[in-house]
């Protein structure tokens, strides 16, 4: 995934070409300054992952993730008003559906579930606002 803040405070969260030079280093230090900024944002994942998603990132990546969601999960919770993922929560493979809970949990922010990028668009408007609350049976798939 490549991060996308053109339209902060919303930041997409795209899918990116396995061909091209996509350079995590690059998104990671752009997700750093977004979170100096100290300004509320809203995460969109443009699609729900995949068990293949989770088999390309290496061991090494997913420590790095893990170290990264600690260290900034302070500041996650304050500033985060919340993650859409675009696609159904029903039906979701159970390595995904733990993927989802351990990212909510290290990030101490709640996901929820959009069936278009319309809808994720609305929901992310409302959580900036703060008139959306996510119950808890939408904080899972």
Known sequence: MRLDAENFPIIWMREHDHS???????????????LARGE???LIAEK???????AETTPEGRREHARMFKAYKGEMARLCAGMILIGQASGVALPIRKTIENVSSAMG??????DSE???????RERLEGKADIPAKQNRP
């Open 118 to 124: 319309a809808t994720a668009m609305e929901l992310a």
């Open 40 to 42: 509320r944002f809203v």
């Open 109 to 114: 922010i709640g996901i929820l579930f959009a």
């Open 20 to 34: 091209d030079d996509h350079d995590d280093d690059a998104d990671r230090k752009l997700f750093l300054e977004l």
């Open 48 to 54: 729900m992952p995949r068990p293949s998603d989770l």
